[in-house]
């Protein structure tokens, strides 16, 4: 599919909402069906996976004003290819210079998008890459100043570094539409990694666990229905 066709494909859903600004879920997955999902969900993943690399991680981590987890990660990709294409391609280029366009980031996130993409049912050929080809660790707060200082000037004075706190009293969750998880839990992410077990509830305000799977363990900050299932 040319980049073309995918991106006008984007501005016509967006033009089909009665806020352009805000996903309608169902409209989503109905025009998804209507004109060539699959193919059109391939493209939305290669375009999220593309932007899996440290500066974009860093961008959304300094307009947040903390370290991005997994999941708020893949909201952030997905609120940018929303954005459109000059904006998309600002990112891939140079993300540093998006403080001198006229864009909202006071909610840099589009949890919608990615989820009508996930669930769409013909969605085959392509996957969100989970496993990052670099460490958050090598991108501390010396390393966001001098690679994106634009955004550090801007954002960075309210810039906390502390990661997710782990909160040991909590021994179980109640996560909405997903059930009861507890330390032992088997999980299983539907579109990634596959079956794994809750080792700890990291904060029980946000649904973040530690969950260790055959190839090692994982960090996510929220633990999601539509990402997420509870195996026997």
């Excluded at 996560?175 to 509830?201: C, E, H, W, Y």
């Amino acid at each position: 599919m040319s980049n073309d066709i995918f991106w006008n494909w984007l501005a016509f859903c967006k033009s089909k909402n009665k806020n352009p600004s805000i996903l309608d879920f169902e409209l989503w997955l109905n025009l998804l069906d209507e004109y060539h999902g699959g193919k059109i969900v391939d493209e939305f993943l290669k375009k999220i996976n593309a932007l899996d690399v440290p500066l974009i991680w860093c961008a959304g981590s300094i307009i947040n004003g903390r370290f991005l987890g997994d999941d708020l990660f893949l909201y952030f990709r997905g609120w940018i290819v929303w954005e459109g294409f000059e904006f998309y391609n600002l990112m891939i280029e140079n993300p540093d210079e998006i403080v001198n366009l006229e864009v909202n980031l006071s909610y840099i996130f589009n949890e919608e998008i990615v989820g009508a993409m996930l669930q769409f049912p013909h969605q085959k050929n392509s996957q969100v890459q989970w496993t990052h080809h670099w460490s958050w660790r090598d991108w501390g707060e010396f390393e966001m100043q001098r690679s994106l200082p634009n955004l550090w000037t801007r954002f960075g004075a309210s810039f906390k570094s502390e990661r997710v706190s782990y909160d040991v009293e909590a021994s179980e969750i109640d996560i909405p539409d997903l059930g009861l998880v507890g330390v032992g839990a088997r999980v299983k992410n539907k579109f990634g990694k596959g079956v794994g077990t809750v080792q700890s509830i990291l904060n029980a305000e946000n649904y973040a666990v530690l969950i260790k799977y055959d190839s090692g363990l994982e960090e996510r900050d929220t633990l999601i229905p539509f990402l997420f299932e509870i195996v026997p």
